[in-house]
T-cell receptor, first 111, second 115 residues
Framework: QKEVEQNSGPLSVPEGAIASLNCTYSDRGSQSFFWYRQYSGKSPELIMFIYSNGDKEDGRFTAQLNKASQYVSLLIRDSQPSDSATYLCAGMKSSGDKLTFGTGTRLAVRP | DAGITQSPRHKVTETGTPVTLRCHQTENHRYMYWYRQDPGHGLRLIHYSYGVKDTDKGEVSDGYSVSRSKTEDFLLTLESATSSQTSVYFC??????????????FGEGSRLTVL
């Protein structure tokens, strides 16, 4: 079992809809989670991170963390075709530790 | 954009030859990482460095070595390349310190093909 698991997708949503990207993790010791976006042929870039149970909002993006159920999600409101990319979830066991990445979920936003 | 340069960006080589990939940063960040990215496997950590001459292994370090003699440069060497090392290699840097260790800035990637 991978430490961080994501559905590879593709997840297809219409423009303007909410895209929900999910990630589960196996190590209960994982403390913090990071979402990276990677456009095709490009390098990953950080969108946001979360380390407390609950929601964290940043513009159209909301990260959710549920430590009891061991899942993390990223919601993208008002999805745009420019949001079409692969979204990588990464976990960190303790502050200052290395990241473990999931395999990523490909999101396609239909105009 | 973070100042990270990888070279070469593309390389085709033959099995058994040595290959060195270079990562150069102008941000003076303490932490530097080498990842490989393969379909179905995502990003996997090869080696990382937390300072000059301080390096450690990641999850897929077999067949790779690294060196960091200056803050700004982190070299990844494949002593004898194999076809299984065909991949896209990403260098990343981090300012480090607590949660900031997870805030990685990536280079543009180096595509390596081993024939």
């Amino acid at each position: 079992q991978k430490e961080v698991e994501q559905n590879s997708g593709p997840l297809s949503v219409p423009e303007g809809a909410i895209a929900s990207l999910n990630c589960t993790y196996s190590d209960r010791g994982s403390q913090s989670f990071f979402w990276y976006r990677q456009y095709s042929g490009k390098s990953p870039e950080l969108i946001m991170f979360i380390y407390s149970n609950g929601d964290k909002e940043d513009g159209r993006f909301t990260a959710q963390l549920n430590k009891a159920s061991q899942y993390v999600s990223l919601l993208i409101r008002d999805s745009q075709p420019s949001d079409s990319a692969t979204y990588l979830c990464a976990g960190m066991k303790s502050s200052g530790d290395k990241l473990t990445f999931g395999t990523g979920t490909r999101l396609a936003v239909r105009p | 954009d973070a100042g990270i340069t990888q070279s070469p960006r593309h390389k085709v080589t033959e099995t058994g030859t040595p290959v060195t990939l270079r990562c150069h940063q102008t941000e003076n960040h303490r932490y530097m990482y080498w990842y490989r990215q393969d379909p179905g496997h995502g990003l996997r950590l090869i080696h990382y460095s937390y300072g000059v001459k301080d390096t450690d292994k990641g999850e897929v370090s077999d067949g790779y070595s690294v060196s960091r003699s200056k803050t700004e440069d982190f070299l990844l060497t494949l002593e004898s390349a194999t076809s299984s090392q065909t991949s896209v290699y990403f260098c990343a840097i981090s300012d480090g310190g607590g949660l900031r260790t997870g805030e990685l800035f990536f280079g543009e990637g180096s595509r390596l093909t081993v024939l």
